[in-house]
């Protein structure tokens, strides 16, 4: 599995593109971001699918 990866996210505020680095050692996670462009938390939950090997993520607002 992939610890490390770097992937772009877009906000789901304002629509700006945002380059994250998601941590997948510590297993599913669920945190925030605050978007560069208009400041507004982006909400990103982390799923590590260990039968696939693929990390899931889910980009969201709290609006």
């Known amino acids: ?3 490390f990866y770097q992937t772009e996210i877009t906000c789901p505020s304002c629509g700006h593109h945002t ?8 297993g599913d996670q669920d945190f925030y971001e605050d978007c ?11 799923h590590a699918n260990e039968l696939t090997n693929k990390l899931e993520v ?4 709290d609006d």
């Open 1 to 3: 599995m992939i610890n």
């Open 19 to 26: 380059e994250v680095t998601l941590d997948a050692s510590n």
């Open 36 to 46: 560069h462009q208009c400041c507004n938390p982006i909400h990103i939950q982390l």
């Open 58 to 61: 889910n980009v969201s607002s």
